[in-house]
């Protein structure tokens, strides 16, 4: 090892805290790592940045999944990663991306305090709309180019603050129902405890009794591959469908006063279709005559709201905010039900046991930002194996390998996974 090239390397690499000021910004914090809102130190432009700093050492493989997808997807409702730094000193990775001042989550919020105070404030409905098209819109272009989110859920649509992006929405379909119903309502449609992953059922209990008290429970003629599902006979043990027999998403809907000849609601109800061949797509969504009414979407979903929405605030290093509320939004705001193994995939699911469907990529239209946590749906495996094989030393050879050969092997992983 030429110990002097590393040296040098090592001091001409850029390192986050020569370039941003972000000590005490920090906006966010799960199990993904920390968030902060940082700005350049040179001032050479006057943005605010997120800086997304990986938790652990290294680079570890879903580090460079989220790093590979995040290079190769470019759209206007995709959030954009504008550049990644390696740490050599503490082995972090840090992650560079344009600053959202709003997420869903906690516009909702807002809402819903607006309730609880007596002072209802109710979602514009163009704002609405135009938030629905766009989350409609990034995820076709996902789908389209073989890519499922996975964690579908207000916390995780973000909303562009001040700028030339302002309004602008950065984020499958199951999921995105959810999230309209709680857009019309303000509530989660499908709020239930938090499963306890250490049991062994094959579902989520009082997840699926909830959507179905909300639903109603599927008819065999609504549904007729439910029968094929590996636990529908202990389903039909555990639920009784005369239970449900009053039940029905006319009847919730009705109770916060969203009409069932409303165009809003006809295209909800396609969205929460519980058998997931007939469920509408998102490219069809998009055409639907919702959007063709007045008003019509918009690319700045604040586009005409006086609402002043709050800006995020900074943690400090003692608060627990971010992971124990994520989840909790995570599980009880846009939770589909009843997903063997992995409640995270809930949100996109659907109910029980739903099977993903690969199909040939579409074509798209412009269209939302959505954060990370993807999974690319094909991968030529070949290639795959040769990363499994040679990612425990990728650390290593990226702190000794020249600069032309360190890129074209960063760029070679990235592609892989």
């Known amino acids: 090892m030429d110990y002097d090239f590393k040296v040098k390397l090592t001091g001409e690499r850029e390192r986050v805290e020569d370039l941003f000021e972000y000590e005490g910004c920090k906006v966010g914090r799960g199990t993904y790592g920390h968030v902060y809102k940082a700005k350049r130190k040179d001032g050479k432009d006057d943005k605010d940045y997120a800086l997304k700093q990986i938790e652990g050492t290294g680079i570890s493989m879903s580090a460079c999944r989220e790093i590979a997808l995040l290079r190769e997807l470019k759209h206007p409702n995709v959030i954009s990663l504008q550049k990644v730094f390696l740490s050599h000193a503490d082995r972090k990775v840090w992650l560079l991306f344009d600053y959202a001042e709003h997420d869903l989550w ?20 163009g704002m609405v709309k135009s938030l629905l098209y766009q989350i409609l819109d990034g995820i076709h272009y996902l789908h389209a180019n073989w890519v499922l989110h996975r964690d579908l859920k207000p916390a995780n649509i973000l909303v562009m603050g001040e700028g030339p992006e302002r309004g602008r929405v950065k984020i499958d379909i199951w999921a995105i129902g959810c999230i309209f119903a709680e857009l019309l309502t303000s509530e989660p449609i499908f709020h239930c405890r938090q499963e306890d992953i250490k049991t062994s059922n094959p579902y989520h209990h009082d997840q699926l009794d909830r959507i179905f008290n909300v639903m109603g429970f599927p008819a065999d003629k609504d549904w007729e591959d439910i029968k094929k599902m ?9 639920f009784r469908r005369n239970t449900y027999t009053n039940c029905s998403l006319i009847k919730y809907m009705e109770k916060h006063k969203v009409k069932p000849d409303s165009k809003a609601f006809h295209l909800l109800q396609k969205l929460l279709t519980m058998d997931p061949i007939r469920r509408i797509t998102s490219e069809q969504a998009m055409q639907d005559p919702y959007f ?30 971010d992971k124990k ?20 995939n809930s949100h996109a699911q659907g109910p029980p046991l739903k099977k993903v469907r690969v199909v040939p990529p579409t074509t798209t239209s412009s269209g939302l930002i959505m954060t990370s946590d993807y999974q690319v749906t094909h991968v030529n495996i070949n290639l795959y194996l040769c990363f499994l094989f040679f990612k425990n030393r990728l650390d290593n050879y990226l702190s000794i390998a020249h600069q032309p050969q360190k890129m074209m092997l960063v760029q070679f992983f990235m592609l892989v996974t």
Do not use: W
């Open 106 to 125: 906690h516009i909702i919020k807002f809402h819903r305090a607006s309730k609880a105070n007596k002072k209802p404030l109710q979602l514009p409905r």
């Open 230 to 238: 590996p636990e529908h006979s202990t389903l039909m043990k555990d």
């Open 292 to 321: 063709l009414e007045e008003p019509l979407p918009t690319s700045d979903v604040f586009a005409g709201c006086q609402i002043p929405y709050p800006k995020r605030e900074f943690l400090t290093e003692e608060e627990p905010e």
């Open 325 to 344: 509320n994520q989840q909790q939004q995570g599980n009880n705001h846009t939770n589909g039900a009843g997903h063997t193994g992995n409640p995270d």
